[in-house]
C-alpha cells in the first residue's frame, strides 16, 4: 500500500508590507481628494445662500406691492409667514413654508429702512461674525 502524503493548503493572503503600501496609498488619495470635496461643501452652502436671499427678496418684493411697504424691522420676515395684526391689505402667505434659516443654521437679518436699499437682508456666512472672506464673508442682498 502506498501512503498519500496529506499536504496543507497553501495559506494565502496579504503579507504585512502589502497592507501597509496599499494604506499608505489610500491615505495619500484622500489626503487629495479631501480638500477639494469639503471645499465644494462650503461653495454649495454659500450659493444655497444667495439662492434664499433672492426667494426672500422676491417674497418681500410681492409683500411690498399687496401693502404698499415692506415688513418693518419688528414684523420681520415672519410677516411673509404670518399676517400682522395691523395689515390690511396682506394676501398672503408669500413663502410655501416658515423663512427657512441659513445654511449654517441661523436666522437671517433684515432690517427696514436698510442702510443700503429700502430694506437690508443677510446673512453673516459661515462664521456667524460681520465681514470675512470667502465661506465666513456676509452674504446680502445689495
Not at 11 to 19: D, I
Not at 117 to 139: I, M, R
Amino acid at each position: 500500500m502506498s501512503q498519500v502524503k496529506q499536504t496543507q493548503p497553501a495559506q494565502r493572503g496579504f503579507t504585512l508590507l502589502e497592507l501597509l503600501v496599499v494604506m499608505v496609498i489610500i491615505g495619500l488619495l484622500v489626503g487629495y481628494v479631501a480638500p477639494k470635496y469639503f471645499a465644494q461643501i462650503g461653495k454649495s452652502e454659500v450659493k444655497a445662500t444667495k439662492d434664499q436671499i433672492d426667494s426672500l427678496g422676491k417674497a418681500l418684493d410681492q409683500y411690498r406691492l399687496d401693502t404698499g411697504h415692506y415688513p418693518t424691522t419688528e414684523q420681520g420676515l415672519a410677516a411673509l409667514v404670518t399676517k400682522p395684526s395691523n395689515e390690511l391689505k396682506w394676501d398672503g402667505p408669500y413663502l410655501a413654508k416658515a423663512v427657512p434659516p441659513d445654511p449654517w443654521g441661523r436666522p437671517y437679518l433684515y432690517k427696514n429702512p436698510g442702510e443700503h436699499g429700502d430694506y437690508d437682508l443677510l446673512s453673516l456666512g459661515k462664521d456667524g461674525q460681520a465681514g470675512g472672506t470667502g465661506e465666513n464673508a456676509d452674504l446680502t442682498n445689495w
